[in-house]
């Protein structure tokens, strides 16, 4: 691939203020196909006048309007218009995606559409929401309103392996508390900032709404430092999530992280080996397994481990590896050549520490070039191991032995993480029963399962904060409670 080739306009700017604009050096980053180690396009990296210049405009925009004084029904209808430019460019983002992190065309095609989906659910909102409620008061006064207003200028840090998506959930809903936003696209895949800058442009978004960004590390955190910047909302890893959080805790700025996993799936006695073992391998596929909630650990009773595992290997080794355009490929390539040195690195140290290597670990046999690796899965690991506790981050599944029901709640908990968990059962209500025992932001009945209209985050060290559905709108609003000697317009003839 050349450069040439990526679906994106002004790749050489930045878009601040409503304008593409030039950057204050030459300073580029590359973007390497994952699947073929090439060079697919080049960006402008932001430096530390670069990210003033957005954070300046996001903060004229919002401190001069006109966006935080339009009613909520007229962002709304902005939103929808968004989303609509967002699903026009359903094209691009199926040959952006795939390159830039290897996940497959078939699923990246498609991410439009659910884009599209995301800032409408923002939208509906503003007709359900309640941004006020009358309130009597209870210490002087006669009238009382809890007003739920627009937190300020909110920076936004997306990690690579769900670039529009993640933008999505944190645009969609701080846009529709009418704050507005400073987006920092991950250096892996920028592309899709890009195509979000064009849809503001194309939809006429008023200048300084929406300013996005590319950077690296060091200049990212000069977004979460600045004092302009009253939000940071977040995803990514824990370590760089702690860093956030004391940096913000520094000036009390609000943030909210949605941070790492090592999710348990616990198969009781009554579930299908064989089921659970397919529907488990077939998960593992999507992102190749670049996906926080991934469900990584498998814990399963004693007497039926090694039937278990066995399972699992076929079902996972059968997954085709390969080129994410093919539509016969059920698993492409990994991210970046670190991600692949990090993943084999793991491997390594699983097998070092006497788990059971029982499918993969290596490069799969025919694809010599891109960051591919077979899908992977160990048996008898030790939940203390590094495999059983780190966030690999690839295909790499552990099987983990337990006594017994009772026993594999403790494991599925000993963790620092509580992202997603899964049971596999016959019968609901057991599950349910379980469910209420796992600390986790998420739990699934039979499969991976997580869902963002309704909300999505972790316990633990897993996040801080919810996204998506109304929980995802709260933390782009602050309460202020407004107190009066009489009722005031609108609210004629309430009765507190």
């Known amino acids: 691939m050349s450069r040439t080739d990526a679906p994106i306009r ?17 300073a580029t980053i590359d973007v390497i196909d994952s699947g073929t180690e090439e060079l697919y396009f080049s960006v402008a990296e932001a430096q530390a006048a670069d990210m003033s210049r957005a954070v300046g405009a996001a903060r004229e925009a919002f401190d001069n309007g006109p966006w935080p004084w339009l009613t ?9 218009a968004l989303g609509a430019e967002l699903e026009k460019r359903s094209a691009a983002i199926g040959q952006l995606w795939p390159r830039e992190v290897g996940v497959l065309h078939t699923i990246a095609r498609g991410a439009g559409a659910y884009a599209q989906r995301i800032f409408g659910a923002s939208a509906d909102l503003a007709d359900t929401f309640p941004f006020e409620e009358p309130v009597k008061p209870t210490a ?7 007003v739920r207003e627009p937190v300020g200028v909110v920076g936004a840090i ?36 890009y195509l979000i800058a064009e849809a503001a442009e194309a939809v006429g978004l008023p200048p300084g709404v929406l300013n996005v960004v590319t950077a690296d590390r060091e200049v990212s955190e000069l977004l979460v430092r600045d004092p302009r910047v009253d939000k940071i909302t977040f995803t990514g890893s824990t370590a760089a999530g702690r860093r956030i959080a004391s940096i913000a805790g520094e000036r009390i700025a609000r943030y909210t992280l949605e941070l790492g996993g090592k999710s348990a799936a616990v198969i009781l006695d009554d579930a299908d080996i064989e089921t659970a073992a397919a529907t488990l391998a077939k ?24 039937e278990f595992l066995e399972a699992l290997a076929s079902a996972f080794s059968q997954m085709r590896v390969g080129d994410p355009f093919d539509a016969a490929t059920q698993m492409g390539p990994l991210a ?11 491997i390594a140290k699983g097998i070092a520490d006497g788990a059971t290597l029982a499918t993969g670990g290596r490069r799969p046999a025919g694809l010599d070039r891109g960051w591919y690796v077979e899908p992977t899965v160990f048996g008898n690991v030790d939940n203390h191991s590094v495999i059983a506790r780190e966030e690999i981050f690839g295909p790499v599944l552990s099987v983990i032995p337990a006594d017994d029901e009772q026993d594999a709640v403790r494991i599925a908990n000993d963790t620092i993480y509580g992202l997603n968990a899964s049971v596999f059962t016959s ?16 739990v699934g009945h039979n499969a991976f399962r997580s869902d963002l209209g309704i909300a999505f985050g972790g316990f633990k060290q897993s996040g801080i904060g919810r996204e998506g559905g109304r929980e995802g709108l709260l933390p782009f609003l602050e309460v202020k409670t407004v107190i ?11 009765t507190l």
């Open 158 to 193: 997306v990690p690579w392996n769900g670039p529009l998506e993640m933008s999505s959930f944190k645009i969609a809903p701080a846009l529709s508390a009418g704050c507005t936003v400073v987006l920092k696209s991950a250096p892996e895949a920028p592309g899709e900032g």
């Open 72 to 80: 909520h029904a007229q962002r709304a209808e902005c939103l929808r």
């Open 140 to 146: 002087g006064g006669q009238f009382g309103l809890i």
């Open 427 to 442: 019968d609901v209500n057991r599950a349910r029963q379980v469910a209420a025992r796992l600390r986790s932001g998420t």
């Open 10 to 26: 002004h790749a050489d700017r930045f878009f601040i203020g409503g304008q593409w604009v030039t950057p204050s050096s030459d």
């Open 336 to 346: 970046a050549q670190r991600q692949r040195d990090r993943v084999e690195g793991y």
């Open 283 to 306: 998960a593992e596929t999507l992102g190749t397994g670049q996906v926080c909630a991934s469900l990584t650990r498998i814990v399963v009773s004693r007497p039926r481990h090694d």
């Open 484 to 494: 009066l000697e009489g009722n005031p317009e609108g609210y004629e003839d309430t």
